[in-house]
């Protein structure tokens, strides 16, 4: 099967328009009459279903959170790019485009990067009107800063909460159309599987986490805004309940699984402290605007930092990238990061981890200065480590963060499952091999805001729906599916719980399938996952039982996804032989330990076909095409 | 460490519910409160009983997912902390802890330590907006916004909506939560418009879910972990009386 991506024809700057302009509408008198199920209520779905709310749509809304304003959207720190220029420093839509195709290391469709940042512009004015209180110069106007890998101030924010501020307004634009009635709000419901008639998606059966029923919805399209699978790593700075079950259910029913070997390592986060923990926290990238990672030049070096004279620090970034500094991409200051460790320079008591230093950004700048741009982070470090920021320096080590792979989808936002539409992080589209810092928030909301309105007005003006209910046999099997899946689960009664199982999963991944990959520690993982898959089916325990909240069981049957999730993983990055982005493969890097990419053989998407747990999967690549940049090694020199 | 639990439990809102109690071992003063609570459902799954049921979910204090009451008080004793941020270290070897969940009538029990929060959606549905579509909006830089108004808008819209204002209340009243989103948004240009009607109905939102009345007593800002001002009240208070003067 070929994948059509549906690039639209014509110069680039026109795509998005003259496709705008050749799609397909629904009458507003009809668009009531048709009915759209979006599951997960993070920046994407939320915006999502207000926007097709608004329009008239009759919006089924779920998540698994108690509310839709708990989605982990709500944790990102940092900023929401857009290319306004407000700040005359030479920042424009082909420059942000460009940044980004260059920043994912080419491995993204030129097509839909340039409409990410053309919407980019418009996101911004849609946020302040619903009331997002951006940080304000004195003057009134917005303000920005640079961050991680641009040279451009192009980053809007709010304080340290950004995502919870756009999420926020996303949900309460989502409200106002539930109290309207266009949208129907279904909170703590979890899609367990994808409903297809016809060949198209129709519905989705769901549980229901506090009764514990299962239930049935049908409508005329569904998309999926279910966020990414970092936790696959079991320790991420995913929000523990995050989860690629949606995702992975969908891509059992047919839905192609693009990329999913491309994984970001955020390079600031706190490190692990012990066996207990359970996350990993993020410290915002912005700290490098102003922070100086340094590690001591002597290896196993156990002095306090503060009694390490300069000329025994080495700043590896500073010396190594003189023009980037400390702001070079994610995948480059994580993997730096590695390598100093592996070498014996690494701090703490682990040995892993490097210092960020904001002594000379306080003697610079004052403690005030500081304390406002960075105080809430400065704050939630002192709580998690007992040490003060001011004082000394942060001890950071990269973890993995967020996951540019997801369901394949066109250019439209449609899988190649008819109907089955895949919106922000839980797709594959716009980041390709690494995702720059503030555009995870920018594609959430252009793909809910400006992108799904006009593709699905298109799908459901164009695709013939045939009118059914749930009583169709595909929902009574889809249900049978799930619940002879649950009691599986329940039957089980071993002596492992799912965290266990979840942890030894994670340090599998972490270790041979983590920031560097080499074939032989990926053959190693291919072996090990479907060892602990089978010990998993043989050895769970889940107490209780499935009617009233359980949460061992939704965790259960996660932990058992993501057993099957990992090998195709590890299987995509031993297939991609190359390096690029946050794929790190030992055996193709340049002599000075940058990624090497291999365009000839590489330059494609890798969208992989279920055949059935532990069979191989079936690989499609969609080539890709650059008309307008032409792909260069990354340097950031 | 060694820490004494005695633990709310009960299987459903129907439900009497109880205290059990508990100890964790070998307690790091390095983990999270959620953590130590991890190990102990640990061990107890693998005696086949049932975890304790409690909420969270980012673990960095910023969803509000998590919160249940710490020996009386929301969140522990740490100001400004959720449960999730709270850790170990401010704990001692041999303590004894009491957890509970919310207690509210708007809030029903649904197992051990989790409530039911979704009356705070319906006070958000009420009027917590602006009625903007997507789509029409200007360009963002065209209305101006003083730093310190887009600051003081900031510290209201922090609310993460976690209900430790309402657990602390002896009245079970949703009174800050209401007025930090009708500051937030009532100090912002582009909340102008709907100022008035947004107060008569959140307010009357909140009343209809069961929520107290405010005897201004400020236990609610003493635990709420975002260090969301009791002066958000008085602004409800003032843009109420305003609303229904102005009618």
Not at chain 1, 247 to 265: D, E, L, M, S, V
Not at chain 1, 270 to 280: N, R
Not at chain 1, 550 to 564: Q, T
Not at chain 1, 613 to 625: C, S
Request: glycine fraction near 10%; aromatic fraction near 8%.
């Amino acid at each position: 099967m070929t994948l059509d991506s549906k690039i639209p024809s014509g110069p680039l700057a026109q795509k998005w328009d003259n496709h705008k302009f050749a799609s397909k509408l629904v009458n507003p008198a009809n668009r009531r009459k048709h009915t759209v199920i979006i599951v997960g209520t993070g920046l994407a779905g939320a915006s999502a279903a207000s926007s097709l709310g608004e329009l008239g749509y009759n919006v089924l809304s779920f998540c698994i959170h108690d509310s839709p304003r708990r989605a982990h959207s709500i944790a990102a720190q940092g900023g929401i790019n857009a290319a306004k220029n407000y700040q005359n420093d030479g920042d424009s839509i082909y420059r942000l485009f460009y940044d980004t195709i260059k920043g994912g290391d080419y491995r993204a469709r030129e097509a839909n990067v340039y409409r990410l940042a053309q919407s980019s512009v418009s996101i911004i004015d849609q946020c302040v009107a619903q009331g997002v209180p951006f940080a304000r110069e004195y003057g009134g106007q917005l303000d920005n800063r640079s961050f991680g890998g641009a040279q451009v101030s192009r980053t809007f924010y709010a304080r340290g909460q950004t995502g919870q501020q756009l999420l926020l307004g996303a949900y309460q634009s989502m409200q106002r159309q539930v109290a309207k009635g266009t949208v129907k709000q279904f909170a703590q419901r979890e899609m367990l599987d994808l409903v297809l008639i016809n060949g198209q998606a129709r519905g989705i059966i769901v549980r229901n986490l506090i009764t514990g029923a299962i239930e049935r919805y049908v409508a005329d399209a569904v998309c999926l805004a279910t966020g990414g699978y970092g936790t696959v790593y079991y320790l991420s700075t995913n929000a523990v309940n995050s989860n690629v079950t949606a995702a992975w259910r969908a891509h059992k029913r047919g839905a192609f699984f693009a990329n999913p070997c491309f994984t970001q390592i955020h390079p600031t986060c706190i490190p692990v402290s012990g066996e207990h923990q359970s996350k990993l926290t993020l410290m915002s990238e912005s700290l490098r605007n102003d922070g100086r990672v340094w590690v001591p030049k002597n290896k196993g070096d156990k002095r306090h930092p503060n009694d390490i004279p300069e000329s025994e620090r080495d700043y590896y970034l500073e010396r190594k990238y003189p023009s980037f500094g400390n702001l070079v991409p994610r995948d480059v200051a994580s993997r730096n990061a590695k390598l100093v460790c592996d070498d014996g320079h690494g701090v703490g008591e682990s040995g892993l981890a490097v210092y960020l230093d904001f002594k000379n950004a306080i003697d610079r700048l004052g403690h005030d200065v500081v304390a406002g741009r960075y105080g809430n982070l400065f704050e939630m470090y002192e709580k998690i480590t007992g040490e003060n920021p001011y004082n000394e320096p942060m001890r950071m080590y990269p973890a993995i963060h967020y996951t540019m792979g997801g369901l394949w989808v066109d250019y439209n936002l449609m899988s190649n499952v008819q109907g089955l539409h895949v919106l922000g992080e839980a797709n594959f589209s716009d980041h390709g091999a690494n995702r720059l810092g503030a555009s995870a928030l920018m594609q959430g909301l252009a793909d809910g805001y400006f992108v799904i309105p006009y593709t699905l007005a298109h799908y459901i003006a164009g695709a013939s729906i045939e009118k059914v209910t749930t009583d169709h046999d595909a929902f009574k099997e889809a249900e049978d599916n799930v619940q002879s899946r649950i009691n599986k689960l329940l039957a089980v009664k071993g002596s492992k719980t799912p965290r266990q199982l979840h942890r030894e999963l994670g340090r599998v991944m972490w270790d041979d399938v983590g920031m560097a990959r080499n074939e032989k520690g990926l053959k190693n993982a291919l072996a090990q996952i479907p060892k602990l898959r089978d010990e998993f089916w043989q050895n769970v325990s889940i107490p209780g039982d499935q009617n009233n909240l359980n949460k061992n069981l939704e965790y259960a049957g996660r932990v058992a996804d993501y057993l099957e999730f990992a090998e195709l993983l590890a299987l995509d990055a031993l297939t991609r032989t190359e390096s690029c982005g946050g794929h790190f493969r030992e055996e193709s890097q340049t002599p000075d330990q940058e990624a090497r990419r291999d365009d000839e053989h590489f330059t494609h998407v890798s969208a992989w076909e279920f055949k059935g747990v532990g069979t191989a999967p079936t690989l499609h690549k969609e080539p890709l095409v650059f008309e307008e940049v032409h792909p260069s090694q990354r340097s950031y020199k | 460490m060694r820490i004494h639990l005695t633990v709310w439990r009960q299987s459903g809102p129907k439900d009497a519910g109880r205290f059990i109690t508990y100890t964790a071992e070998d307690v790091s003063p390095d983990q999270s409160f959620l953590e130590m609570l991890d190990v102990v459902n640990e061990q107890l799954i693998k005696k086949g009983e049932e975890p304790i049921a409690f909420d969270s979910d980012c673990r960095e204090g910023i969803c509000g997912t998590c919160g249940f009451m710490v020996s009386g008080i929301p969140h522990g004793p740490e100001p400004g902390t959720t449960v999730c941020q709270l850790h170990m270290r401010k704990f001692k070897d041999g303590d004894s802890l009491t957890l509970e969940p919310w207690r509210a009538e708007a809030f029903p029990v649904i197992k051990d330590l989790v409530v039911d929060r979704s009356a705070f959606d319906k006070i958000i549905q009420a009027g917590g907006y602006t009625s903007v579509n997507t789509g029409g909006a200007r360009d963002a830089n065209a209305i101006l916004i003083g730093k310190s108004i887009a600051d003081a808008a900031m510290d209201s819209a922090a609310c993460i909506g976690c209900g430790a204002c309402v657990a602390a209340c002896k009245n079970a009243s949703a009174a800050l939560f209401t007025s930090a989103k009708i500051t937030h948004l009532s100090l912002l240009p582009q909340g102008q418009v709907e100022r008035t009607t947004r107060v008569v109905n959140m307010v009357a939102a909140m009343d209809d879910a069961g929520f107290g009345s405010c005897s201004n007593e400020g236990e609610c800002e003493a635990v709420c972990p975002k260090g969301i001002s009791l002066k958000n009240i008085a602004t409800m208070n003032r843009e109420y009386w305003k609303a229904m003067l102005a009618d």
